[in-house]
């Protein structure tokens, strides 16, 4: 058996002037002046009002105001149906609890859920900030506003543009949805969802994320930014771009500090930088950047461990790598090995010059060490203390070996076919390259040399001391590189 809930009644509290009429049928009460109505636990003030007695139901005039616990509302007009428990203000409708205001022509008040709408344009105020939407709903049992249709937030510190939005008026978290730009002093910040804490002044954003700060951008599906510490994470997937270096940098984790303008990448990162004619492809465990201060320009870039580079005509493999644009060179640190096409370069460390964003030289500083392949089996190296190389574009065209310089050379008859190999040993040897291949060697002091006929040669005298020749630790292709982004 279903009982029947029973319907209060509006009472009136107070009015200065009580009137009966009929009007169309409907007996109703005018009250006029300093009016008072209740119904349970809702109070009703205006200046005027038609009580209708049978159908339950109020319309106020003049200064309206309705109040439910926490809960006011003020408006022009007022229709109120007591037996549904809903209201409708109309004309400067204002609702208000302890943690926002809002505003609007037309408000829709359902009492027994204590819930709000409006259909047309409202305002919210919260703090210093107001939120404007064509459409809203208001929960006051979970404290949240949902706002749709061309909402705007407007705070002194930002400006949000979104599709949808979701407030909680106590935790003072925004939640939007679809199509949303931010807007801050000096950054701009295009997503599909998110939320931002306003209270603890963080935020978090979903896929298609892009945040524009000239001359950067980043491209991220999951990004958290901590505004007050000037500190962001990406999760995923993301993309970072600087286009006045023409770098970018990619990656499945990263963090980023505002002061510094630091960015670190890990999870198969990538950086690729646009050299003349071909571009630079950088890997590692974990990539860094940044500038020296906040008020530097300068930028710096880091890479450890596991380093792999690749160009069209240059490839190489260290440890740990550093790259300044103050100097434009790259500093390789831990067993460097570089690829010059066929030529292998390797030392303790290695410096790579740039000049317009070409290679023009090379300092291997200790244990420098040269190989060229000169046939299936045979090797032409040479090796010394340091190690001088210069580039005509991007090709090597000449090398200074500089203290304790050692070679091993292998020549040729008229027919192209190897004779023999020159062991020398001379203070200081300087190398010609034609074609990709040494053309030429000059010793600069006299040589201490010897020539072996192929026959005769032993494994021993095939190779200088601490020999190595490592093809398959050089990167292959841009593909291997490529391949980490998918």
Known sequence: MVIAQEKKEVEIINADYLKYQETDGKKLTKLIGDVQLRQEDVYMWCDSALLNKETNSVDAYGHVQIQQDTIRAYSNTLHYEGNKKFAVLRGNAILTDSKMKLFTEELFYNISSKTAYYLTTGKVYRDSSIIVSKKGYYYSSSKEVF???????????????????????????????????????????????GWYDSQRDVSAFGKNTVIVNPPQLIYADSLYYDRAKGFGKAYDKFRWVDSTMDVELFGRYGEYEDERQYIMATKQPLMIYKMANDSLFLTADTLKSQTKSATDTIRNFFAYHKVRLFMNDMQGVCDSLFYSFEDSTFRMFYNPVLWSDDTQLSGDTIYLRTKEKKAESMTIYNAGFIVTPAGKKYFDQIKGINIFGYFTNNELSKVEVRGNAESIYYGKDDKNKYIGNNKAQSTDIDLYFSEKKISRIVFIRKPEAVFTPIKLLTDEQMKLKDFKWIPDRKPKNREEFIDLLR
């Open 147 to 193: 706002f749709k249709d061309s909402v705007r937030i407007t705070d002194p510190n930002y400006q949000l543009n979104s599709d949808t939005l979701r407030y909680h008026t106590e935790t003072k978290v925004s939640t939007f949805y679809g199509n949303t730009e931010i807007f801050n002093k000096n950054s701009r910040i295009v997503c599909n969802n």
